[in-house]
């Protein structure tokens, strides 16, 4: 497909396991981008990659998250020690271009749902 | 810090009424601003994007304003249909974030 793909589409975990989340972009976009959506509200900046460097990192909760995109393709967000308040649904983007460029759209997935039990 | 709103934060209207969505922003140095809708259970699609150089985008029964000087966008919607239910939300874009506002929930009775 054409678009952007997250897997899996569902993850529930037990309270202080690690789990992966991936991120397939849209065939060559540069810029890649993670937010985390709480029911009802809009999403929220996690990070920002622009090909495979990390330009932005600042929404990431604690250190417990980690974000990588070694190749400048596929993403993977890493939550280590989960806890109950790491559940919610996580979004991937990408856009064609540079971060700083206005005119282009970013494109979603349709999202990862983690439930920490 | 940028902050965005967006009121009412859910509108019930029947079908083939006309309406807006506002959203508001704090900070007016954006690159741009993009309106989605998203449906339950599924991630963002974009409706409109607005350069911060450009007052208005148009697609079909959607017209999207802004207006930096104020911190304010509309995105009107015409002759709602049943269809167009979903949540919208819009997103200020800065150079490599977007900030959201929590969205517009949106029903069209038919």
């Known amino acids: 497909g054409a678009g952007v793909s997250q897997s899996p589409r569902y993850k529930v975990a037990k309270r202080g396991q690690d789990v992966a989340l991936r991120c397939d972009p849209i065939s060559g976009h540069v810029s890649l981008f993670w937010y985390q959506q709480a029911l009802g509200q809009g999403p929220e900046f996690l990070t920002y990659f622009q090909n495979e460097a990390q330009l932005d990192k600042s929404g990431l909760p604690s250190d417990r998250f980690f974000a990588e995109r070694p190749e400048g393709s596929v993403s993977t967000l890493k939550i280590q020690r989960t806890q109950q308040e790491d559940s919610a649904v996580y979004l991937c983007?990408?856009?064609?271009?540079?971060?700083?460029?206005?005119?282009?759209?970013?494109?979603f997935g349709d999202g990862t749902r983690l439930s920490i039990l | 810090k940028q902050e965005v709103t967006q009121i009412p934060a859910a509108l019930s209207v029947p079908e083939g009424e006309n309406l807006v969505l506002n959203c508001s922003f704090t900070?007016?140095?954006?690159?741009?601003l993009q309106w989605f809708r998203q449906d339950p259970g599924k991630g963002l699609t974009s409706l409109l994007l607005i350069q911060s150089s450009q007052r208005e985008q148009t697609s079909g029964r959607l017209n999207a304003s802004l207006d930096k000087s104020s911190g304010r966008s509309t995105l009107y919607i015409a002759a709602s249909q049943p269809g167009d239910s979903a949540t919208y939300l819009c997103a200020v874009i800065d150079a490599g974030k977007s900030t959201f506002g929590d969205g517009t929930t949106l029903t069209v009775k038919p």
């Open positions: 900070d007016s140095a954006i690159y741009n």
């Open positions: 983007a990408s856009r064609r271009g540079e971060g700083s460029i206005g005119n282009q759209p970013q494109h």
